[in-house]
């Protein structure tokens, strides 16, 4: 990966308390680009969920940590490690059609920019089958 995606450095911490006790030391600190949100394929899926969302991400990296989940709107959901720019996501269940904005976060806090939108339709229904058998 470019030097430019990861940045290692040893970050100073200091701990301080009403009761005078300090304590200072020097701790390793690992910095990353989290990536924009490039595509998803497919957009969109029905609204009984369970649709594998593809997410492909620019500009940085995503780790494959227990933390790697998607969003759909506010709704998190797993996530699964394709690649440092890949994920596979599992759209959720919603009542209604839904227009969501897809993000993704391998930290649980810092979620992706240039988000993408998904949209969930109505199920389809089979009202006949033709020809008869």
């Known amino acids: 990966?470019?030097?430019?995606?990861?940045?290692?450095?040893?970050?100073?911490?200091?701990?301080?308390?009403?009761?005078?006790l300090q304590l200072s030391t020097l701790s390793p600190f690992f910095f990353k680009l989290s990536p924009s949100v490039k595509s998803i394929f497919p957009r969109s899926g029905p609204i009984s969920g369970g649709t594998i969302v593809r997410v492909e991400g620019t500009d940085g990296v995503w780790l494959n940590s227990t933390l790697l989940s998607c969003f759909?709107?506010?709704?998190?959901?797993?996530?699964?490690?394709?690649?440092?720019?890949?994920?596979?996501?599992?759209?959720?269940?919603?009542?209604?059609?839904?227009?969501?904005?897809?993000s993704v976060s391998d930290n649980g806090i810092d979620l992706s920019t240039f988000e993408a939108d998904f949209i969930q339709f109505q199920?389809?229904?089979?009202?006949?089958?033709s020809p008869k058998f």
């Open 1 to 20: 990966f470019p030097a430019t995606i990861y940045i290692y450095a040893k970050v100073g911490l200091t701990y301080s308390s009403d009761t005078a």
């Open 72 to 102: 759909f709107g506010n709704l998190r959901v797993s996530a699964a490690w394709i690649s440092p720019t890949m994920v596979d996501c599992i759209s959720p269940e919603s009542t209604q059609p839904t227009k969501w904005i897809v």
């Open 123 to 129: 199920d389809p229904t089979i009202h006949s089958v």
